[in-house]
């Protein structure tokens, strides 16, 4: 039998001054340190009191830009996202996923294959580069956001505890599968950041 989860008492936080104490810090150090990963936690905290929509528009828009910084950053020196061994690059990576998770959902096709390919050129994990490529080569197949994940996504089996438990990595065939199905796309999703990297050196 599992253990029941504590209920939280949004009222009660609301006034628990360590918990208010804890939302300040956050709301400081995010900005000074200019960190995704502590955007994050300020917003679980803010999304556990129900914070104002404002408030909460506010924190995703620190969060994107600053990945999209990070981003634009890495990239101009050539460096990956360690997803594994950095809670601050995972978030930086996770930031970009979710926001092209959400251009393709809106049918912004274009904008989310460039930043499926950028994250699978960016990531130092094997298998979510390749989830990256898929997620890439389902959009250039015209793939719908709604079919893409009722038909080739599998998330079924996510386990919260994995780190990597944001991204979309499991599909309803193998990825080696896949990618041969979308061999096509590859190549053309290849020749695409040919471009950036040759862009990345005249910079």
């Known amino acids: 039998m599992q253990p029941e989860m504590p209920e939280i008492h949004v009222e009660e936080l609301k006034k628990d001054p360590e918990f208010l104490a804890n939302i300040e810090r956050l709301e400081k150090e995010c900005k000074e340190q200019e960190s995704v990963h502590k955007g994050y936690q300020l917003l679980d905290a803010q999304l556990v009191i129900e914070a104002p929509e404002d408030e909460i528009n506010e924190i995703f828009t620190f969060i994107v830009n600053t990945a999209f910084d990070r981003l634009a950053e890495y990239l101009s020196e050539h460096k990956s996202f360690d997803v594994l061994g950095s809670e601050e690059e995972r978030a930086i990576a996770r930031a970009i996923y979710e926001h092209a998770i959400q251009r393709y959902s809106e049918n912004d096709k274009k904008a989310a294959k460039e930043m499926f390919l950028v994250l699978h050129h960016t990531v130092?994990?094997?298998d979510l580069k390749e989830a990256m490529m898929i997620h890439a080569c389902a959009v250039m197949a015209g793939m719908s956001f709604d079919d893409f994940v009722e038909n080739l996504a599998d998330v079924n089996?996510?386990?919260?505890?994995?780190?990597?438990?944001f991204f979309i990595r499991t599909f309803v065939q193998p990825n080696d599968i896949l990618l041969t199905m979308y061999a096509k796309y590859v190549e053309e999703g290849k020749e695409m950041l040919k471009v950036l990297e040759e862009d990345g050196k005249k910079a």
Do not use: G, K, Q, V
């Open 124 to 126: 130092n994990h094997e």
């Open 157 to 165: 089996d996510i386990d919260p505890h994995d780190p990597l438990a």
